[in-house]
Each structure stands twice: as C-alpha cells, then as structure tokens.
Antibody
Framework: QVHLQESGPGLVKSSGTLSLTCTVS????????WNWIRQPAGKGLEWIGR???????KYNPSLKSRVTLSVDTSKNQFSLRLDSVTAADTAVYYC????????????????WGQGTMVTVSS | DIQMTQSPSSLSASVGDRVTITCRAS??????LNWYQQKPGKAPNLLIY???TLQSEVPSRFSGSGSGTHFTLTISSLQPEDFATYYC??????????FGQGTKLEIK
C-alpha cells in the first residue's frame, strides 16, 4: 500500500524559506507525477506544482517565481522549497501522487499524505 | 486559469437524503473533472474521476455526471460518514490544476 509522509519545520520566519520533504513508501516513484498542494485554515485547496521522476516540473504561475521542486528517487523522496514566505503562505501542505496520462488515464490525485501545518511568523 | 465554482457553498441534509452538488467550469473542460471528499483534519480523498468513474472502494451511492462546463456529484442516500466537505477539480489544463471552493455538507 502506497503511503506518503510530509516532514519539515512547522514554523518559518517571514521572508525566509519553507522547505518540506515527502517520503514515498510502499511503491516505486517511477511513472508518476508528484505534487504539492496547500490549504489555508478554513479555505480551499491550491495546487503548488508537480515533478516527474525525470525532474521535469510544472508550477502554479502565481507561485512560480518562488517555488522549486526537486526529487531524489534513490531515497524515494521529493521536496518543496518556497522562498520569501509571508503570512499568506501559512497553510497545511499536502504531498500527493498524480496518476494520469502515463497510464492512458485522466490526471487525478489518487494518493495524499496526511498533511503538515506550516505557520509563517513575523 | 480555469475557474471552478461550486454550489451551494454549504448544505444541510439528513441521513437517507439524496443530495446533489454542482460544479461549473469557466470554460469547457470536456469530462476532465474529479471529485474529492475531505473530512476535518484529514487529507482529501478521491471519489470520482473523469466526471463519472468511481474510484476503487468508493461506495456506489456516490455518482458523478456532466461534461463541458456543468457537473454534478450525487449521493443517493446519505450516510453518517458522508458529512464532509466536497471539492471538484479540473485536470483539463495541466499547466494549472484548479479546485472549486468546496461544499460543506452538514447534518440537519
């Protein structure tokens, strides 16, 4: 059974850098896209970006200038880096697997981590 | 960006009721529409993909329909465990996946 687990600091200073890692267990990372999605308290879901195991990335245009995703398949991990954070970046951050056209299917987030709360402090 | 708008934003219903939630896209997305259920403090869970295909192990009381810009999620007979927030999400534009704002389903 595939399991995703987010890890990283729960508190980041304003103007600093948010760094999170997602560890994938129970299956290979190959042939899937790996994503970060966030949710401010009491609000909806915002897609941040995705990375393929080859390292190919796509980012939300509204965050593109501040976001970097990376992947380390030897450790079965992928990571999020968000620069110049503000209070608006305070949210629960989820990692999620995207299953889609590489299997002849439509894209969908089929496996999610439990989420990790990140607070940006002034 | 493709905007996704759900209605209603919240809904009160009773166990056994039939409930329908609507999702509209700002442009045609064919059937590239997914539905998720989220319970408090938990991650979203995929219910339906490609507008009408039930994800494995999701109860058959859940169904989805629609294409183009108008989609619905129907729960045929509400069970206590169905009270949650539901989100639609378009996968038509791979440059930018977007979600609806959510519909909170509460017990009447």
């Amino acid at each position: 059974q595939v399991h995703l687990q987010e890890s990283g600091p729960g508190l980041v200073k304003s103007s600093g850098t948010l760094s999170l890692t997602c560890t994938v267990s129970g299956a290979s990372m190959n042939n899937y896209y790996w994503n970060w999605i966030r949710q401010p308290a009491g609000k909806g879901l915002e897609w941040i970006g995705r990375i393929y195991t080859s390292g190919t990335t796509k980012y939300n245009p509204s965050l593109k200038s501040r976001v970097t995703l990376s992947v380390d398949t030897s450790k079965n991990q992928f990571s999020l880096r968000l620069d110049s954070v503000t209070a608006a970046d305070t949210a629960v951050y989820y990692c999620a697997r995207l299953r889609g056209n590489q299997f002849g299917e439509q894209d969908k987030f089929d496996i999610w981590g439990q989420g990790t709360m990140v607070t940006v402090s002034s | 960006d493709i905007q996704m708008t759900q209605s209603p934003s919240s809904l009160s219903a009773s166990v056994g009721d039939r409930v329908t939630i609507t999702c509209r896209a700002s442009q045609s997305i064919s059937n590239y529409l997914n539905w998720y259920q989220q319970k408090p403090g938990k991650a979203p869970n995929l219910l339906i993909y490609a507008a009408s295909t039930l994800q494995s192990e999701v109860p058959s009381r859940f169904s989805g329909s629609g294409s183009g810009t108008h989609f619905t999620l129907t729960i045929s007979s509400l069970q206590p465990e169905d009270f949650a927030t539901y989100y639609c999400q378009q996968s038509y534009s791979i440059l930018m996946y977007t979600f609806g704002q959510g519909t909170k389903l509460e017990i009447k």
